[in-house]
């Protein structure tokens, strides 16, 4: 979904350009949370500027949202002029990107569940001795792991592994 510049949206819509990759839910979570930190009202329809504003505060975040942001400021024109979004990961997190375990299980809960989810990554990361948080080329060693093996868990890898090239 592409916006132009000048049109107004609301927080489930600044949410849905988040949501492919944070969820629906959570995706409305951090951006109702982000309006109100910086005093808007959820129920707003909120300008270019503040648009703009809504998704810096979510940018400088240094997990996958913070990562979505920084793309959906990019990707929806939003962006500062000379790509100066005035949003940058901290540099623990730019020189050594990570991503939480309960970020990659959110990926695959729409296809087998919270629990199967939990249970199946849990147990994949303890066989292979990663920890969370994950680096990316660890999430992605997973990922490319699980993603050979037949049936519905190998489908759920190859979409998360897709999601998770989208963020490098």
Request: net charge positive; charged share 25%.
């Amino acid at each position: 979904m592409t916006v132009q510049r000048a049109a107004a949206a609301s927080a489930p819509q600044i949410a849905a350009w988040l949501a492919t990759v944070l969820g629906d839910e959570q995706a409305l979570q951090v951006v109702t949370a982000a309006a109100a930190e910086l005093g808007y009202r959820a129920s707003a329809r909120f300008t270019p500027e503040a648009q703009r504003l809504i998704l810096e505060r979510l940018g400088v975040r240094p997990d996958l949202t913070g990562t979505v942001a920084r793309h959906v400021l990019k990707r929806h024109g939003l962006a500062r002029p000379n790509d100066e979004t005035g949003v940058r990961p901290k540099a623990s997190t730019a020189a050594s990107p990570t991503i939480q375990l309960d970020e990659i299980i959110k990926m695959f809960a729409r296809a087998l569940g919270d629990e199967k989810a939990q249970e199946t990554l849990q147990s994949e990361c303890r066989s292979r001795g990663f920890g969370d948080p994950l680096t990316l080329e660890e999430a992605t060693e997973l990922l490319e792991g699980m993603a050979i093996a037949p049936g519905l868990v190998a489908i759920a890898a190859r979409f998360a592994k897709a999601r998770l090239a989208l963020l490098r």
